[in-house]
C-alpha cells in the first residue's frame, strides 16, 4: 500500500502547480482522499478532500476558489490544482487517505489525525512573492 506524491515546484505568486497522487498496492476508488500541508513551524492542516466518487469536495476557506481537487479511479491517481498561488501556500504538501474508505470529505480534512490512513512522502510547494 503506497501513495507517491509529485509536481510539487516553485513558482511565483500567482503561478499554477498541480500536484499528483499516484496509489498502488490497493484501489484508490475505496477510499475518500485529500490533501494536506504543512508551513515551517506551523501544524498539518487539510486543504481539500474528496468522495470516493468524486461528486462531494471540501475545501478549506484559505483556498477556496483557487484549487480544485480532482480524482481518476481508473488511474488511481488524484491531483490537486492550485492557481492564484500565494506565499502563504508555501508548504510540503501530502496525500491521503481516509482509514476506513466512509468519512465524508469535511470530516477527513478536518479531523485527519484521526481518520487518514496512508500517506504519502509529501511534495514542497515554494511560491515566491
Known amino acids: 500500500v503506497q501513495l507517491q506524491a509529485s509536481g510539487g515546484g516553485l513558482v511565483q505568486s500567482g503561478g499554477s502547480l498541480r500536484p499528483s497522487c499516484a496509489a498502488s498496492?490497493?484501489?484508490?476508488?475505496?477510499?475518500?482522499v485529500g490533501w494536506f500541508r504543512q508551513a515551517p513551524g506551523k501544524e498539518r492542516e487539510g486543504v481539500s478532500c474528496?468522495?470516493?466518487?468524486?461528486?462531494?469536495?471540501y475545501y478549506a476557506d484559505s483556498v477556496k476558489g483557487r484549487f480544485a481537487i480532482s480524482r481518476n479511479n481508473a488511474k488511481n491517481a488524484f491531483y490537486l490544482q492550485m492557481d492564484g498561488l500565494k506565499p502563504e501556500d508555501t508548504a510540503i504538501y501530502y496525500c491521503?487517505?481516509?482509514?476506513?474508505?466512509?468519512?465524508?470529505?469535511?470530516?477527513?480534512?478536518?479531523?485527519?489525525?484521526?481518520?487518514?490512513?496512508?500517506w504519502g512522502q509529501g511534495t514542497q510547494v515554494t511560491v515566491s512573492s
Open positions: 498496492g490497493f484501489n484508490l476508488d475505496e477510499y475518500p
Open positions: 491521503a487517505t481516509d482509514k476506513w474508505g466512509m468519512a465524508v470529505p469535511l470530516a477527513l480534512c478536518k479531523y485527519f489525525r484521526e481518520s487518514a490512513g496512508s
Open positions: 474528496i468522495s470516493k466518487d468524486g461528486n462531494i469536495t
